[in-house]
């Protein structure tokens, strides 16, 4: 097994060989948002790293959405917020194209005791998810889609966004917007390969300012969550530079549509072989994950929509399917069967907002795909062959949601119970906290009327 403290100290040498020694190292550490959190450490001091004499509280890992630590999560103050030691994820290490100056970045995780990376990490929960499957000899491979918007800059937090100007009401598909936004768009995509972020196909999605990026399949899954968490990360800093904002919040409109991840999956055995592959129909395999899929999509509809914005998503009609259902090439369904014969034959699940950890998000799938196969479930029918008109619906509501995945058997056995129980704490303190505030909406239709 490598040791990730001498991996980086070969990583960080080779790094400096070829662009220099950086003026900073960023280390950032994904918390159960996907926030990035962390420290900046001089590109000269990198030893120190790798000393292991760089720390962050451990309740790093899991403040709320407003950066600050719950009580009920065990974490912070109350337990006297200890510290765990950073310890570099190898290769991580990448430049970071758009910052002023020289700057490299290196993910981080934290040890709580000795070299043993915490519970506490999302990323290392998706691992010990991809351990289940390599123990009944199967290779998950994943592909993302990320949909943003490009906004004119905000003068406060609580502006609502406005569209970049002289964009059509519907911009799907439209190649002038891409040649429009051609200098903004070309720099990601030079950013995401000096990343080493391996992009597919850009295009212009419906909302005005809105593109989506492809990824390409690969058969390392958490690969595939750190490019989508590092893509936001890129995203934001390159548009910035472009006099704009970009953001991946799930509804930035009211009235247009919202950013989604798309999470597409297919699997591999011993031999490379895709099991998926039916030939002319699913796979009974790929019938069994479809099941699973959508029988555990109830319970973890709080992953895959962890805000309060997340829920705005879920209208009838929409491009974020409401129903749990699943379909053939059928992008109002659920989970869509784009392909089901040969090495392409996968699952895509349509669930997501774009505001999701993604490796959270990603296990979560997965989990649901091993549920299906581990108790060999079978889907009801295609939305194309009479699929139930009352099948399960997906809530509106936040909080039925969160309380749907306190009370989940399945999340707990995929997540364990301490990490279970540490999510809800944290989206319940986030529900608490907002719904606490009386919107301009309100004030606007009831305090003259009523």
């Known amino acids: 097994m490598s040791d990730p403290v001498s991996d980086f100290r070969k990583e960080y040498a080779a790094y400096c060989r070829e662009h220099g020694t950086p003026d900073r190292l960023e280390l950032m ?25 760089v720390r962050l509280p451990l309740s790093t890992y899991a403040p709320n959405i407003m950066g600050s630590e719950p009580p009920e999560t065990g974490l912070g103050i109350a337990v006297g917020d200890p510290d765990g030691t950073l310890l570099p994820v190898p290769g ?17 995780e934290m040890a709580e005791d000795g ?17 289940r499957f390599r123990r009944r000899g199967l290779t998950p491979v994943i592909a993302t889609e990320l949909e943003f918007y490009v906004v004119k800059p905000r003068r406060a937090p609580r502006e609502a966004p406005t569209p970049p100007e002289r964009l059509p009401d519907a911009q799907n598909y439209d190649l002038e917007v891409l040649s429009r936004f051609a200098p903004m768009l070309a720099e990601i995509r030079a950013a995401a390969q000096s990343q080493g972020l391996v992009t597919d196909t850009l295009t212009a999605e419906f909302g005005p300012g809105q593109f989506e990026i492809n990824f390409h399949h690969t058969d390392d ?23 704009y904002e970009a953001t991946f919040m799930a509804k930035p409109y009211a009235r247009e549509p919202g ?23 699913p796979s009974e395999t790929l019938l069994h994950a479809v099941a699973g899929v959508l029988d555990s999509m109830v319970e ?44 392409a034959a996968r699952l895509e699940h349509r669930i997501c907002g774009a505001d999701v950890n993604p490796y959270l998000a990603v296990a979560a799938i997965l989990g649901g795909v091993l549920h299906g196969l581990e ?54 303190d986030e529900i608490a906290t907002l719904t606490a505030e009386i919107s301009a909406t309100e004030y606007e239709y009831y305090l003259g009327r009523l």
């Open 221 to 243: 899954a958490l690969e595939a969550a750190d490019t989508a968490l590092l893509f936001r990360r890129l995203v934001r800093g390159v548009v910035a530079r472009h006099g």
């Open 375 to 428: 108790n060999r479930l079978s889907p009801p029918p295609a939305v194309e062959e009479g699929a139930p008109e009352k099948a399960p619906r997906l809530t509106h509501d936040w909080s039925c949601a969160v309380e749907r995945l306190a009370d989940s058997t399945l999340a707990e056995n995929l997540f364990g119970k301490r990490y279970r129980d540490l999510y809800v704490a944290v989206r319940r």
């Open 29 to 53: 550490l994904c918390d159960l948002n996907a926030i990035l959190r962390g420290k900046w450490l001089p590109g000269g001091r990198a030893d120190k790293l790798a000393d292991g004499a």
């Open 259 to 281: 950013n989604g991840m798309h999470v597409h999956v297919s699997l591999r055995d011993s031999s490379g072989a895709n099991v998926f592959d039916g030939g002319d129909a």
């Open 115 to 131: 070299r043993k990376i915490s519970a506490l990490s999302s990323r290392e929960l998706l691992r010990s998810v991809l351990e």
């Open 300 to 343: 973890l509809q709080a992953i895959f929509a962890p805000h309060m914005n997340s829920y705005r998503r879920f209208q009838v009609n929409s491009f974020a399917p409401s129903q749990v259902n699943w379909g053939h090439d059928n992008r109002a369904a659920a989970v869509r069967l784009p392909e089901v014969s040969g090495p």
């Open 92 to 108: 991580s290490l990448r430049p970071v194209p758009w910052a002023e100056g020289h700057v490299a970045q290196l993910q981080v």
